[in-house]
């Protein structure tokens, strides 16, 4: 097994596309009555992994400013930024994940969404804010059962589009971790 970030082997790849290909396809095979409302999501990259918030959840997204650093704070709070005169914890998304700080790119590139859930509020540094997905509520699958118990609690399940696999995260697991 690869350590969290790490690419996955050929072997191991195969087996996600083919569960999350399974979990889609299930998905498909309810009745279009099912659907449900639809839900919106905002979608980013954390290296060259995607995933996605609920858009409800989402405040805004602005570009990183300096970060105070807070001495004795839980290693996955970055610092604190002012944000339109309030202060707002800046996390550091990776880390809350368990993936690795490789590839990062430079601050200048980098973005925070600013989430909210269960009257908490706070940003999350992410690499690129790449589109927003509306989808039936239907289309989100479950959670891979793959993924690492730790890491799963952290999504709400997967959603796909042309293709592409994104985990959609729960906000409020990211201002809880």
């Given amino acids: 097994m690869n350590p969290p970030g790490d690419p996955p082997n050929q072997e191991g790849r195969e087996d996600l596309l083919r569960e999350a290909e399974r979990l889609i396809e299930a998905g498909r095979e309810k009745s279009s009555e099912e659907t449900g409302p639809a839900r919106s999501f905002l979608v980013f990259s954390l290296g060259k992994e995607w995933y996605a918030l609920d858009l409800a959840g989402v405040r ?60 908490k509020e706070a940003g999350v540094l992410v690499d690129t804010v790449d589109d927003v997905w509306e989808m039936p509520a239907s289309a989100v699958a479950p959670t891979l059962e793959s993924l690492d118990p730790g890491r799963a609690k952290m999504f709400e399940g997967t959603i796909e589009r042309d293709g592409r696999f994104v985990g959609l995260i729960s906000a409020a697991m990211c201002l809880n971790p």
Avoid at 81 to 107: A, F, W, Y
């Fill in 60 to 119: 805004k997204v602005i570009r990183p400013e300096t970060f105070a650093r807070v001495p004795g704070a839980m290693p996955e709070v970055l610092g604190l930024m002012n944000s339109q005169g309030e202060v707002l914890c800046i996390l550091d998304l990776r880390k809350i994940l368990g993936m690795t700080h490789d590839n990062i790119p430079t601050s200048d590139a980098r973005l925070v969404v600013v989430v909210a859930a269960g009257g």
